[in-house]
């Protein structure tokens, strides 16, 4: 059985944004973030492979979204099937990726397949990206991806909040919550994302624009959070739009992203 200690080490790994406000959410809901955030990182690892070709990305995204789909609880859970679609891929895939069978039955039973839904909506709508080859031209193609990656995660968080205790966000803010932060991943992964041929950008969108985009959203988001009562939620969505808002500013400067001991000083400051 995976240990917590063991999903704690994997957070830190894959996302210092939200390692902190996890692992400091009570016991229940962090449970059913982490599993949240993990299994939408195993796919996305997926998405963003620099070495695994177009087809297989198709297959593997597919195939993942099937197998959550059949599933029906935490007890039956098919954890050899998984096993199995990612054993080929083993060496090639991280560690967070082939692990999303264990990821995917973190969360408490009455909840876990909400979060399998997700990730399998997502992950088709990463298949269908794959496929299209992200192909965005207009601020519309920009709205569907960033709702499709990102946004759709900030209406599971209102579901994950809902069942925990009662707190109903809105789901407006949600979706700019998503939004803003996939915007600012955008422009911190530019240069990487155009070396393999993808770009992001709507047509004749430059720095500036798509800046402003992600600026939008952030503090929409960042408004929101202040009507809301203090606790878990508020607190877990402070984090990540206070370093998104600075890693623009940061971005703005000509800076490639914030230092370590920058985002300590900020998450000590929400502290």
Same mark, same amino acid.
């Given at each position: 059985?995976?240990?917590?200690?063991?999903?704690?080490?994997?957070?830190?790994?894959?996302?210092?944004?939200?390692?902190?406000?996890?692992?400091?959410?009570?016991?229940?809901?962090?449970?059913?973030?982490?599993?949240?955030?993990?299994?939408?990182?195993?796919?996305?690892?997926?998405?963003?492979?620099?070495?695994?070709?177009?087809?297989?990305?198709?297959?593997?995204?597919?195939?993942?979204?099937?197998?959550?789909?059949?599933?029906?609880?935490?007890?039956?859970?098919?954890?050899?099937? $998984?096993?199995?679609?990612?054993?080929?891929?083993?060496?090639?895939?991280?560690?967070?990726?082939?692990?999303?069978?264990?990821?995917?039955?973190?969360?408490?039973?009455?909840?876990?397949?909400?979060?399998?839904?997700?990730?399998?909506?997502?992950?088709?709508?990463?298949?269908?990206?794959?496929?299209?080859?992200?192909?965005?031209?207009?601020?519309?193609?920009?709205?569907?991806?960033?709702?499709?990656?990102?946004?759709?995660?900030?209406?599971?968080?209102?579901?994950?909040?809902?069942? $925990?205790?009662?707190?109903?966000?809105?789901?407006?803010?949600?979706?700019? $919550?998503?939004?803003?932060?996939?915007?600012?991943?955008?422009?911190?992964?530019?240069?990487?994302?155009?070396?393999?041929?993808?770009?992001? $950008?709507?047509?004749?969108?430059?720095?500036?624009?798509?800046?402003?985009?992600?600026?939008?959203?952030?503090?929409?988001?960042?408004?929101?959070?202040?009507?809301?009562?203090?606790?878990?939620?508020?607190?877990?969505?402070?984090?990540?739009?206070?370093?998104?808002?600075?890693?623009?500013?940061?971005?703005?400067?000509?800076?490639?992203?914030?230092?370590?001991?920058?985002?300590?000083?900020?998450?000590?400051?929400?502290?």
């Amino acid at each position: 059985m995976i240990s917590y200690q063991d999903v704690l080490e994997t957070l830190k790994e894959t996302s210092r944004t939200f390692f902190i406000p996890i692992s400091r959410l009570p016991q229940g809901l962090q449970e059913a973030v982490g599993a949240a955030y993990l299994c939408m990182r195993a796919i996305d690892e997926i998405e963003d492979h620099p070495h695994l070709d177009k087809l297989s990305k198709i297959k593997y995204l597919s195939s993942i979204s099937q197998l959550l789909q059949a599933q029906t609880s935490v007890a039956t859970f098919a954890h050899d099937d $998984f096993a199995a679609l990612m054993k080929e891929q083993q060496h090639v895939l991280p560690a967070v990726t082939i692990r999303i069978g264990e990821w995917a039955c973190l969360a408490p039973e009455v909840i876990a397949p909400r979060i399998w839904d997700a990730t399998a909506a997502m992950a088709e709508r990463m298949a269908r990206w794959v496929a299209d080859d992200w192909k965005i031209q207009t601020e519309a193609d920009l709205d569907r991806y960033t709702f499709g990656v990102a946004g759709a995660v900030g209406l599971l968080l209102c579901d994950l909040w809902a069942w $925990f205790d009662g707190v109903q966000m809105n789901r407006t803010h949600a979706i700019q $919550f998503g939004r803003g932060l996939q915007a600012v991943n955008i422009l911190r992964n530019r240069d990487e994302d155009m070396a393999r041929n993808v770009d992001y $950008f709507p047509t004749s969108w430059t720095h500036a624009r798509m800046r402003e985009y992600a600026f939008h959203n952030l503090t929409q988001a960042e408004a929101y959070t202040h009507t809301l009562p203090p606790g878990p939620v508020a607190y877990f969505m402070k984090i990540p739009l206070l370093l998104a808002l600075e890693t623009l500013q940061a971005l703005a400067r000509g800076e490639s992203k914030l230092s370590r001991s920058t985002v300590l000083q900020l998450i000590q400051d929400i502290s």
